[in-house]
């Protein structure tokens, strides 16, 4: 028993002299917070690789999220001077949850003041569960981070699947397309994505006429599920709404529709966070500057982890002198500019980044969303997505 | 004998020219200029009828455009020529170019006239340049997208908004150095200066509001923050700002709202709000301080105002995007 006993009184020593010296270093370097944030990202990550990112499916990401990340931060530089502030940016890869919780821990330990993650839901939430500290989640859009699994340090820089579905249905809606056959693919994200795109259509009032399945198959004997004019015949609709998380069939099914009515969802008219061919608000500008320091088009995907930069710019710039919670306020509180002509923040009941949406075909944007003419009480982008009152999020209510 | 007459004569045209200046309408006036975005062109309206006269081709996506301190040119930036189209008001015609650097967007002259100060969006850089040739003097590191500019009544400093850092910087125009940072609305934009020099307004699109900064120790001074009612502030963006000769009045477009506010400087109040196009964008006052011209960038038009009676008389269709107005009296 004793020497267990010591051994403790030890360690408290040892930390009191630790705490000692840092407070001796940290001194000086109070007058000039430098915080650090950490992107955590998959060690392979498989919607980047060659095959896939070359295609460039809309609503995938084509590119690393720490480009656009350092783009921000790059921009910033002299508002973060002229403030007295610093941010540095590490990222660090892991192969799956665990050791996702290891590396947050890991941060936590070395002083972060944020985190960032561009993992799946699994992974985000090991994080999330992992520290105390702010969490940004830039690359994954399940409605479960923002409902029943939402947590009170996630932010949400993408749109949810629900906003995107919620963009689309308030396009129909404007367009009087009102006939919805519905076509969902057969992996566990279509399923979930499927249902958001059911319950959007329901609560638009636009009618879904059929639900049918698809398969991605080459066999004749699976051609009632492969073949887009079987898979479009024998119904009566104003459009199709496919939902294809993968990409390649929902690519491929615009013109190939027994009725010559138009494609929307993964394919054909698509719902986006942003798209580089968007022409208003300074966008040009932010993508000619994307493309300069990258060689590629900015994505839905890149946007977000740029805003996410931009937000944790606008929390140093706020609390340039610390403490660290009050860059935690600032960034739960950011008014974020993002090339989309309103300003943006963070919901208070879920997280989520209120955002407009740009409905594009992959050669411009045409239209965006919330649509002129739909309402809300208090701010028209929160008719997209989860509303406060609906209360899904109980860590946050 | 000869040379002496023709003297006689040139000196008793420019006695008659000098007399007659004031009252007499110089040559080519008379002509409101419209920059479009996307036709490369010029739109000049009459100002007695107010009705379209024709098309002036220009440089590639003109927006900015000024009348040089001289009287006699106007320059107008153009972003994808990387020049400035210069115009001679006289016979209206383009005379030549210069050049701007990357993707230039606002500018202002130097108090003698012999330098432009450019806001270069790409770089992140105020140029200052030789108003004649274009030739570069210094590029002055700033914000990213740096967008209005404007140089102060001694022309000792300029003024130039950061749209992305929400910055508006103070710089030197001799040393060329940033002398201050000052923190302003979030998307800092056009610039207007109080006739006595006294107060520099900067709108700030993306914070519905104005900033009124004393040019004395260039502190934010006041917030002027825009309402209008049924109009949430997401939607007040306001952009282009001026104010009247004798002071009294500022009159601020206020962007997606379509409409545009007349401001009472002293008491910092709005007093009347115009409905107008869509977008309200840049403005113009007229001569005699009647007439306020508003480009409406998202419905193609330009509205002329009666400000006496805050009414909007008259909307004219101009080119594809309109940026900016002059008018040449």
Redesign the interface.
Known sequence: MRPLRRRPCLSVTLAAVLLGALVVLAAPAARAASYKVTLIVPDDDPRLERSRSERAYLGHPTGAAADALALALD??G??LE?AGAQLALETVRVADAQAARSAAEKAQKAGAAALLTDLDAAGTLAVADAVKLPVLNLGDAADRLREQDCRTTLFHLLPSERMRADALAQTLVSRKWTQVLLLTGPSPADAMRGAAAAAALKRYALKLVASRPFKLSADPRERDLANPLLLTGNASYDVVWVVDSDGEFGRALPYRTALPRPVVGDGGLVALAFHASFERF?AP?LV??FAKATGRAMTAHDWAAWMAGKALVGAAVAAPKGPLNAFHKALAEA?L?GYK???MSFRSWDGQLRQPLMLGDGQGVLALAPVDGILHPR???DTLGADGPEKLCKARS | MRFKLHLHVALLLAAALAVAAPHARAQGAGVAYVSSEKDHTLTMIDLKTLAVTGTLATCKRPRHLQIAPDGKRMLVACAESNAADVVDLATRKSVGRVPLGDDPEAFDFSADGKTLYVSAEDDGELLMLDAATGKKLRAVKVGKEPEGVKTSLDGKLVYVSSEVASLVHVIDTASGKVLKNIAVGKRPRRFAITPDGAQLWVTNELGASVSVISTRDHSVIDTIQLSLKGARTEDITPVGVTISRDGKRAYVAMGRANHVAFIDVASRKVTDTVLVGKRAWNLALNQAQTQLWVVNGLSDDLTVIDIAAAKAVKSVPVGRVPYGVVLVE
Do not use: I, M, P, T
């Open positions: 921009d910033a002299f508002e002229a300074g500008q000619r500057r008014r500019d002509g309103v300003v701010n028209a982008l």
